[in-house]
């Protein structure tokens, strides 16, 4: 950051302005931001994920799709920004960060009616996941 701030005052003359340091100040923050979540490497991180996925052990013995086959090719999709495709491999993909992320949050916030929002994701989930097993299966047949 220091290294920036050193070249943008070499090359910006009114620098010292309170408009524009307050434009400095937002451009170094939204740099060290896209460098914190790693988007300028998200090609790398995509790479290195379709090359180390897991091998479901259920599809790999007994030649049957698990419950949660789809679900890391699902992750990459969405990752890409391929929503729709993502939702087509596992439709409860989605759902399942949402959950977390409630999750997540009602802990530490300790929300009013947490729980019971809860069990209905929890269940939302589970429908969708055996729901999106038995269409899997009935592709094979």
């Given at each position: 950051m220091k290294v920036i701030w050193i070249w943008l005052e070499s090359k910006w003359d009114n620098i010292n302005e309170p408009k524009n340091l307050i434009y400095l100040k937002l451009l170094c923050l939204l740099q060290g931001s896209f460098y914190f979540l790693g988007l300028l490497r998200m090609n790398e991180i995509i790479t290195f994920l379709e090359n180390n996925l897991l091998f479901c052990p259920s599809k790999e013995f007994i030649g049957i799709e698990c419950l949660g086959?789809?679900?890391?090719?699902?992750?990459?999709?969405?990752?890409?920004?391929?929503?729709?495709?993502?939702?087509?491999?596992?439709?409860?993909?989605?759902?399942?960060?949402?959950?977390?992320?409630?999750?997540?949050?009602?802990?530490?916030?300790?929300?009013?009616?947490?729980?019971?929002?809860?069990?209905?994701?929890?269940?939302?989930?589970?429908?969708?996941?055996?729901?999106?097993?038995?269409?899997?299966?009935?592709?094979y047949i």
């Amino acid at each position: 950051m220091k290294v920036i701030w050193i070249w943008l005052e070499s090359k910006w003359d009114n620098i010292n302005e309170p408009k524009n340091l307050i434009y400095l100040k937002l451009l170094c923050l939204l740099q060290g931001s896209f460098y914190f979540l790693g988007l300028l490497r998200m090609n790398e991180i995509i790479t290195f994920l379709e090359n180390n996925l897991l091998f479901c052990p259920s599809k790999e013995f007994i030649g049957i799709e698990c419950l949660g086959c789809g679900l890391q090719r699902s992750f990459i999709l969405l990752i890409k920004g391929e929503f729709l495709n993502s939702i087509i491999m596992y439709p409860a993909l989605i759902p399942m960060l949402i959950m977390i992320g409630y999750l997540v949050s009602h802990i530490y916030f300790d929300f009013k009616n947490g729980a019971s929002i809860l069990k209905y994701f929890y269940f939302l989930n589970i429908i969708l996941i055996v729901a999106n097993y038995f269409i899997k299966q009935l592709s094979y047949i």
